[in-house]
């Protein structure tokens, strides 16, 4: 159970705990940061994608960003990597000295390259000048380029699905901790092999962009779940506890409960958990 601590004015979780720090997507929106999951567990601290407002979503949720350990890249669409400069730059002001490792599709090294260290070059240099350790400017990457485990740790292991979206290498994750499964998925199209890789899992967070009726009506819409798919995909899996990420529509829709009738229509077809995510919203797990 969570318990309150005064001083930091937070909540300290004695489990290992997913928030969702961003539940927003592309457009700017003053209720919703853009994408970003993150994992506590065993001391360690996992993030999941960068997207907008992603630092300030951490900060507000307590992380220290001088402690995250590793990121976890879905695919390279900036919604979901353009925070991540500042992820690294201001992690390093607050002190960190030791090297991220960084997870992500094939291409991810040379976007670090051209989009922080040759796009900082000039403010690297300044900093570098006036005493900053070195180390915490640099990152040990790898480029995932085959589905299965890739990471394994005392604490926990990761896994890799690919699936479909915008062209893209893309990558949804699931993790095993504690002897329980979470999943979180990138933006995707609906993928039968989705259902094996979200099995039994006890916390499923995935994208789900808007209604049926929303994304046939866009070109892209068909990169992404809705209530149906997502609820087709829990109850097959037999998933526990589902949260809704990624909304789109909301962004688009003057309808106040537009995202509450998302949930709405999960639950319809999804008989587990389903929460309609929030900045910040955190659950034990």
Same mark, same amino acid.
């Given at each position: 159970?969570?318990?309150?601590?005064?001083?930091?004015?937070?909540?300290?979780?004695?489990?290992?705990?997913?928030?969702?720090? &961003?539940?927003?997507?592309?457009? +700017?929106?003053?209720?919703?940061? #853009? %994408?970003?999951?993150? =994992?506590?567990?065993?001391?360690?601290?996992?993030?999941?994608?960068?997207?907008?407002?992603?630092?300030?979503?951490?900060?507000?949720?307590?992380?220290?960003?001088?402690?995250?350990?590793?990121?976890?890249?879905?695919?390279?669409?900036?919604?979901?990597?353009?925070?991540?400069?500042?992820?690294?730059?201001?992690?390093?002001?607050? &002190?960190?000295?030791?090297?991220? +490792?960084?997870?992500?599709?094939? #291409? %991810?090294?040379?976007? =670090?390259?051209?989009?922080?260290?040759?796009?900082?070059?000039?403010?690297?240099?300044?900093?570098?000048?006036?005493?900053?350790?070195?180390?915490?400017?640099?990152?040990?990457?790898?480029?995932?380029?085959?589905?299965?485990?890739?990471?394994?740790?005392?604490?926990?292991?990761?896994?890799?699905?690919?699936?479909?979206?915008?062209?893209?290498?893309?990558?949804?994750?699931?993790?095993?901790?504690?002897?329980?499964?979470?999943?979180?998925?990138?933006?995707?199209?609906?993928?039968?092999?989705?259902?094996?890789?979200?099995?039994?899992?006890?916390?499923?967070?995935?994208?789900?962009?808007?209604?049926?009726?929303?994304?046939?009506?866009?070109?892209?819409?068909?990169?992404?779940?809705?209530?149906?798919?997502?609820?087709?995909?829990?109850?097959?899996?037999?998933?526990?506890?589902?949260?809704?990420?990624?909304?789109?529509?909301?962004?688009?829709?003057?309808?106040?409960?537009?995202?509450?009738?998302?949930?709405?229509?999960?639950?319809?077809?999804?008989?587990?958990?389903?929460?309609?995510?929030?900045?910040?919203?955190?659950?034990?797990?």
């Amino acid at each position: 159970m969570p318990v309150a601590d005064a001083h930091a004015q937070v909540t300290v979780f004695r489990m290992p705990t997913f928030t969702l720090v &961003g539940s927003g997507a592309v457009r +700017a929106n003053p209720r919703r940061g #853009g %994408t970003c999951q993150a =994992l506590r567990c065993a001391g360690e601290t996992l993030v999941i994608d960068q997207g907008r407002g992603a630092v300030q979503g951490l900060k507000n949720c307590g992380f220290d960003l001088a402690r995250i350990d590793t990121v976890f890249l879905s695919h390279l669409h900036f919604d979901h990597v353009c925070d991540l400069a500042q992820l690294i730059l201001l992690s390093w002001v607050y &002190g960190r000295t030791h090297r991220l +490792a960084i997870y992500g599709p094939p #291409g %991810t090294r040379e976007f =670090l390259e051209k989009g922080v260290r040759e796009a900082y070059a000039m403010d690297i240099a300044s900093r570098l000048s006036h005493g900053k350790d070195p180390a915490g400017m640099e990152w040990d990457v790898t480029e995932i380029a085959r589905e299965g485990a890739f990471r394994s740790t005392p604490q926990y292991e990761a896994q890799a699905l690919f699936t479909e979206h915008g062209h893209l290498p893309n990558i949804n994750f699931r993790f095993e901790l504690d002897g329980k499964r979470i999943v979180v998925t990138s933006d995707t199209e609906p993928s039968p092999r989705l259902v094996e890789f979200c099995r039994g899992a006890e916390l499923l967070c995935v994208e789900c962009s808007g209604t049926r009726e929303f994304l046939a009506a866009r070109e892209w819409g068909a990169w992404h779940m809705n209530p149906q798919t997502v609820a087709e995909l829990a109850s097959k899996a037999g998933v526990k506890r589902v949260v809704l990420k990624h909304l789109v529509i909301e962004d688009w829709s003057e309808d106040p409960e537009i995202c509450a009738k998302l949930g709405a229509q999960v639950r319809a077809g999804f008989g587990g958990e389903v929460f309609v995510g929030h900045d910040g919203l955190a659950l034990e797990v």
